[in-house]
């Protein structure tokens, strides 16, 4: 029986050696805080993969007849850098943004979850229309993108791949900062545009994703 037991124990020793761990992009510049901790929840939250948005290129940029091109496309996308582009500023919020939702008269009953987490955030939340830039130290990377800010757009180098521009307002608290709301945009890449409400709170320590609502596509 001992000596069995090794030897399961050895196997399973040997599968988890042969496990490769998934790899992952690391943002020296990092530090971590309330508005970090957010910023990367919200960003992971609406920004696909690197894999998916490969996979996505691939289904969809050519018909599915046009073999040669979907071949060079997938060798291309082997070796070229995919790049996410960050906008420099802000968005900048008025300060009635979110009591102007919950006042909404117009607003559909299919969206009570909605209704509700709105009703609830819009008098505890401070939104301030403050002017500010991105902080590239809040945004832990989840994903092997590239990234670059606005600014630097056109030092991308050749043969590249732009993934879509990442924009997002500041992070607004309630008063204890249990509460949190930012407004989030996602341009390009796989989508032409769309637009995010989302909702945080923090328990026990961790922010977690109360409700990310899609505000509006184009």
């Known amino acids: 029986m001992k000596k069995l037991s090794i030897a399961f124990i050895g196997f ?6 042969c496990k490769q761990p998934k790899p992952k992009s690391e943002n020296k510049l990092y530090v971590p805080s309330n508005e ?5 929840l919200a960003f992971n939250y609406i920004m696909p993969s690197d894999s998916v948005y490969k996979a ?23 070796t070229a850098k995919i790049f996410i582009v960050i ?37 505890q939340i401070n939104i301030h229309e403050t002017t500010g830039t991105f902080q590239i130290k809040n945004l832990a990377f989840s994903y092997n993108y590239n990234y670059t800010l606005f600014n630097q757009l056109k030092t991308l180098p050749t043969g590249s791949f732009n993934a879509g521009m990442f924009r997002m307002s ?16 996602k341009r390009g890449g796989l989508v032409v545009a769309q637009g995010y409400d989302i909702f945080m709170e923090k328990k ?14 184009s």
């Open 12 to 17: 399973l020793l040997a599968i988890t050696s």
């Open 36 to 40: 970090a901790s957010i910023t990367t």
């Open 56 to 78: 996505h290129l691939m289904k969809y940029k050519f018909p599915a007849s046009e073999t040669e091109k979907i071949a060079l496309l997938k060798t291309q996308l082997d």
């Open 87 to 123: 906008a420099d500023t802000l968005i900048r919020l008025p300060d009635d943004y979110l009591k102007k939702q919950s006042k909404d008269v117009h607003r559909s009953d299919k969206d009570m979850v909605k209704n509700m987490v709105v009703d609830s955030w819009s008098p």
């Open 170 to 185: 500041a992070v607004f608290f309630n008063t204890d900062k249990t509460k949190a709301f930012a407004y989030l945009e």
């Open 204 to 217: 026990k320590g961790k922010w977690f994703v109360v409700l990310c609502n899609l505000d509006w596509v």
